[in-house]
């Protein structure tokens, strides 16, 4: 995986523009770790930070094609193409001529024979931009899912774009202003697609193109859900899940670099090891590396909450034996959770707080301890989506509310009536976000986009709604999680689960089938059930563990003493001095639980973040 930078600007040469140029790309270094390139002619800027997957040797960039003996176009691109092969083979049929092994010049000769129509042929997880020296025109294409991040922003003659948001910063064109809608973003856990956190950036939207020419820009829709008819009956079906993840793992283990998987113990993650180890085994006769990630003490002194029901590690270990694989346990302990330098690093990854404090400490450390093995990793994200993992895709009350069920059952818990992070925050400034009108009004215009089918039945119809809603609103915010806290080491993270054939057979199976047996993810249950243990069959859904350690939730506490002593502190003129009063004279029990400790992680990221990227305001 890379890092991709640009900037295009028809009223000026930019070839004298390299040190804002070189500014951007460097903010991406820790996303390519192997190798950094920049390229300048004219009115384009591009700039590139290289992990090196497929074709170390050969597949520097930015990459140039010509055609006729002259430059015809230049590509950075961030992602992987998972049928380069068949495609180059094709290409190659109709006279194009390759010079590397990489997945990077197929993309870009596949643009120079189809255009920006070439990204309905991509199959895989990707962002790039193509500046067509023929057309003296910009091309940005990001994947369908949108697994891989893009963001832009537009100038009066041209446009800056970047993988995050800190390659734009980078720029002196682009302030970092936050608006009312940015903080509504910021708060959200129902994202706006293609809206950004700072007012003057857009995100590519998923399954999109954008062309920037000299006459203005064009946004264009290569790929959308769709409803269809489901036309195989229930085992037809268990059938056809099982023989696309086998395609899907077995293309997905396509690496010139060390591989593993990212082990929970859950059946998405083991089903993902289980196939990944039987291909690895007959294809190259070598066992399977698998990661998990647990926390000192943790399965002895474990105590469920509202979501986790038993620790990974007994489960993941289970499952390393039963395959066979090379296995790692990742230790933490609350040391390493608690460590300030970190910390910063996972929201500068992020670019924004997040109220998922520990969680994001804990998969930025074990990225961190993945890379010292493998440069990719195999995991089991975007299961729940599409097989229906979610305890709020069973609870009537939630899926009636009226409103994003999840967001439904976050004022629900005992620790966030408020809102999951918002407790701590001024009221009046609450008043102003009015997130309850913000989730309704976003909520009803998501359900306006639903495809369906004719003849759907009220429960089909409301679980085909929960299903596009939970696809194009909540898992955006998990993609973008996992590609920061990953690709924050140069760690490239595949999600076989995020196939678009994959999701769109899942998006037309009727929930019917997907609860056949009167359990969460059924189907999948069902396609792997001689794959993985009976244990993990049987095991209930359970998040990514948080630590249980009450030091933590000490440590939260003595920072957010500091933060309302320090007047300098510039979070204080915005959150709300009695709650923050009461939050620290609370020792009892539900101040430890992790979502009531949301809050405090909010307002401490918030602080941090107004500080170190000199957030401007503008509410």
Not at 154 to 178: D, M, N, W
Not at 262 to 281: C, E, H, M, N, Y
Not at 408 to 422: F, L, Y
Not at 489 to 505: K, S
Request: charged letters at 25%; proline letters at 5%.
């Amino acid at each position: 995986m890379c890092g991709i930078a640009g900037w295009v600007d028809f009223g000026r040469d930019l070839s004298q523009e390299r040190p804002t140029l070189r500014a951007m790309t460097d903010t991406l270094a820790r996303r390519g770790v192997d190798d950094q390139g920049l390229w300048t002619r004219g009115p384009a800027a591009l700039g590139h930070t290289r992990t090196a997957i497929i074709d170390p040797a050969g597949g520097a960039q930015p990459l140039t094609v010509e055609e006729d003996g002259r430059p015809a176009a230049v590509i950075v691109y961030n992602g992987e193409v998972y049928n380069f092969k068949q495609l180059r083979t094709e290409l190659e049929s109709r006279g194009r001529r390759f010079r590397t092994r990489s997945d990077t010049e197929v993309v870009l000769q596949s643009y120079l024979e189809w255009g920006a129509d070439c990204a309905k042929r991509l199959e895989g997880i990707f962002a790039f931009a193509v500046w067509d020296l023929r057309r003296e025109e910009l091309v940005l294409v990001r994947d369908r899912l949108g697994v891989k991040p893009l963001f832009y922003t537009r100038l009066p003659e041209g446009i800056l774009f970047g993988s995050e948001p800190k390659a734009l910063l980078a720029s002196p064109l682009v302030r970092p202003v936050v608006d009312v809608e940015g903080l509504q973003e910021l708060f959200a856990t129902a994202k706006r697609p293609g809206q950004s956190v700072f007012r003057d950036m857009r995100a590519l939207l998923p399954g999109h193109t954008l062309t920037i020419g000299r006459d203005g820009a064009v946004d264009r829709t290569y790929w959308a859900l769709e409803a269809r008819p489901h036309t195989d009956d229930l085992d037809g079906t268990v059938s056809r899940v099982r023989s696309l993840l086998e395609e899907i793992v077995l293309r997905e283990l396509e690496a010139d670099v060390p591989l593993c998987t990212a082990l929970s113990g859950g059946v998405d993650s083991s089903a993902v090891t289980a196939i990944a180890a039987k291909w690895r085994w007959q294809l190259d006769g070598e066992r399977v590396r698998t990661f998990v990630t647990t926390f000192e003490e943790y399965a002895d002194k474990f105590r469920p909450d509202d979501v986790r029901f038993s620790p990974d590690e007994p489960y993941a270990a289970e499952v390393a034996r039963h395959l066979k694989s090379d296995h790692v346990r990742i230790m933490l302990n609350t040391g390493d959770l608690m460590d300030p330098e970190t910390r910063l690093a996972v929201l500068l990854a992020q670019d924004m707080p997040t109220t998922l404090g520990d969680m994001d400490t804990s998969n930025y450390l074990t990225s961190r301890e993945i890379k010292t093995h493998s440069t990719v990793a195999l995991a089991g994200e975007v299961a729940d989506e599409i097989f229906g993992g979610y305890n709020w895709m069973y609870n009537d009350d939630l899926l009636n509310a009226d409103v994003f069920p999840w967001t439904a059952n976050e004022t629900r818990q005992p620790g966030s009536p408020t809102g999951q992070g918002r407790g701590l925050f001024d009221p009046g400034l609450m008043r102003k976000l009015d997130m309850n009108r913000y989730y309704a009004d976003h909520y009803h215009q998501a359900l306006a986009e639903v495809p369906h089918q004719e003849g759907e039945d009220a429960k089909e119809r409301l679980m085909r709604s929960v299903s596009y809603v939970t696809l194009t609103r909540w898992l955006p915010m998990l993609l973008d999680r996992d590609d920061r806290l990953s690709m924050a080491h140069g760690l490239e993270l595949r999600v076989p689960y995020a196939d678009h054939r994959l999701v769109e057979y899942m998006y037309n199976t009727p929930w019917s089938f997907k609860t056949f047996d009167g359990r969460e993810k059924s189907i999948l249950r069902a396609a792997v059930r001689d794959l993985v243990p009976r244990s993990v069959l049987e095991r209930t859904k359970s998040p990514w563990p948080v630590t249980q350690d009450p030091a933590y939730t000490q440590m939260l506490h003595d920072e957010l003493t500091a933060l309302v002593n320090d007047p300098s502190s510039p979070a204080l003129p915005y959150l709300d001095t009695d709650a923050v009063k009461r939050t620290l004279e609370n020792t009892s029990g539900i101040a430890h639980q992790w979502v009531s400790r949301m809050h405090i992680e909010m307002a401490l990221q918030f602080n941090t973040w107004l500080r170190h990227y000199n957030v401007e305001l503008a509410i």
